[in-house]
């Protein structure tokens, strides 16, 4: 575990159950990202909506059983708890369906959802929960009631086609750090006419939105950051067993997000992050228990 500060961190958008061919897991990039901030020493909020059903009643148990707050997570009467169907193949990367027009479609911006946001230091979110406009405008009404200092990280996460050019534009201008793969790199970087060299795309991609910092994540060919004081590239050498990719890019942002809070070189965030996001790789569970780096 990490000692430092009690950062209060928030994950913003979907909480759903994955359901695999042999088990079900809570999940959702949001949680998964709140619980690894959790384990890394932040006081972690769930900002969300689940269903009055039993899918949402095991959610609450088991976020409370991981310590986080979620009072911030809403019960929506009319609607079910999320769930997306996964499938792994060979080497551990999954495929997703979403269950349509669910509890996390129908987020309200709400006094409590105001009055955490205005005491985070950060909070993620991305494009899945974009999807329904009612969350959406609430999601845009959280992030612009955080404090002017608070890092407003977007974590891209394209998930089949429920993203457009307009919501990736509003949401890297509403942020000032950005994290993607490579794929989804190669998209933005097409989409806002950026050079497709690594290191040029993402300092014009940070100047053009004002961004604190960037992050593209290259898979096992390592990850790179970048501030407007600092370039750094992690080249991993460490080969792992890859059970299951699910939760490890939400680690990895979790844990760049705890480095940079704690003011630590932008070199050690990499490789602090990309270690921590292959030992999640090297498990079953999106957010297994990380007891080093």
Same mark, same amino acid.
């Given at each position: 575990?990490?000692?430092?500060?009690?950062?209060?961190?928030?994950?913003?958008?979907?909480?759903?159950?994955?359901?695999?061919?042999?088990?079900?897991?809570?999940?959702?990039?949001?949680?998964?990202?709140?619980?690894?901030?959790?384990?890394?020493?932040?006081?972690?909020?769930?900002?969300?909506?689940?269903?009055?059903?039993?899918?949402?009643?095991?959610?609450?148990?088991?976020?409370?059983?991981?310590?986080?707050?979620?009072?911030?997570?809403?019960?929506?009467? !009319?609607? @079910?708890?999320?769930? $997306?169907?996964?499938?792994?193949?060979?080497?551990? =990367?999954?495929?997703? /369906?979403? +269950?349509?027009?669910?509890?996390?479609?129908?987020?309200?911006?709400?006094?409590?959802?105001?009055?955490?946001?205005?005491?985070?230091?950060?909070?993620?979110?991305? !494009?899945? @929960?974009?999807?329904? $406009?009612?969350?959406?405008?609430?999601?845009?009404? =959280?992030?612009?009631? /955080?404090? +002017?200092?608070?890092?407003?990280?977007?974590?891209?996460?394209?998930?089949?086609?429920?993203?457009?050019?307009?919501?990736?534009?509003?949401?890297?201008?509403?942020?000032?750090?950005?994290?993607?793969?490579?794929?989804?790199?190669?998209?933005?970087?097409?989409?806002?006419?950026?050079?497709?060299?690594?290191?040029?795309?993402?300092?014009?991609?940070?100047?053009?939105?004002?961004?604190?910092?960037?992050?593209?994540?290259?898979?096992?060919?390592?990850?790179?950051?970048?501030?407007?004081?600092?370039?750094?590239?992690?080249?991993?050498?460490?080969?792992?067993?890859?059970?299951?990719?699910?939760?490890?890019?939400?680690?990895?942002?979790?844990?760049?997000?705890?480095?940079?809070?704690?003011?630590?070189?932008?070199?050690?965030?990499?490789?602090?992050?990309?270690?921590?996001?292959?030992?999640?790789?090297?498990?079953?569970?999106?957010?297994?228990?990380?007891?080093?780096?």
């Amino acid at each position: 575990m990490i000692e430092n500060k009690k950062f209060k961190i928030a994950g913003l958008g979907e909480v759903l159950w994955d359901i695999f061919p042999d088990a079900k897991k809570l999940g959702g990039a949001p949680a998964n990202f709140s619980a690894h901030a959790q384990q890394l020493g932040a006081k972690s909020y769930i900002l969300s909506a689940v269903g009055k059903d039993d899918f949402g009643k095991n959610a609450i148990e088991l976020l409370e059983e991981a310590l986080m707050d979620i009072s911030g997570l809403q019960i929506n009467d !009319t609607h @079910a708890t999320g769930s $997306v169907r996964v499938n792994l193949d060979e080497s551990g =990367i999954p495929t997703y /369906t979403f +269950e349509e027009d669910v509890a996390w479609d129908h987020i309200q911006f709400e006094i409590t959802q105001k009055k955490i946001a205005q005491c985070l230091d950060a909070i993620c979110f991305g !494009t899945l @929960a974009q999807r329904n $406009v009612i969350s959406q405008n609430t999601i845009f009404k =959280i992030l612009k009631a /955080t404090p +002017e200092n608070c890092l407003r990280v977007f974590d891209v996460n394209f998930r089949k086609d429920y993203y457009n050019p307009e919501m990736l534009f509003q949401s890297l201008e509403l942020a000032n750090v950005v994290k993607m793969n490579e794929e989804e790199f190669l998209e933005i970087i097409s989409l806002f006419n950026l050079p497709s060299n690594p290191s040029k795309g993402l300092e014009a991609l940070m100047y053009q939105f004002d961004l604190k910092f960037c992050i593209l994540t290259l898979g096992k060919k390592g990850s790179i950051m970048i501030s407007k004081a600092h370039y750094s590239i992690y080249d991993s050498a460490e080969p792992i067993i890859v059970k299951s990719t699910v939760g490890a890019g939400d680690a990895f942002t979790a844990a760049a997000v705890m480095g940079w809070l704690n003011q630590k070189p932008l070199d050690q965030i990499n490789k602090e992050a990309s270690r921590i996001a292959a030992y999640v790789c090297s498990q079953l569970e999106a957010v297994p228990v990380i007891k080093h780096i």
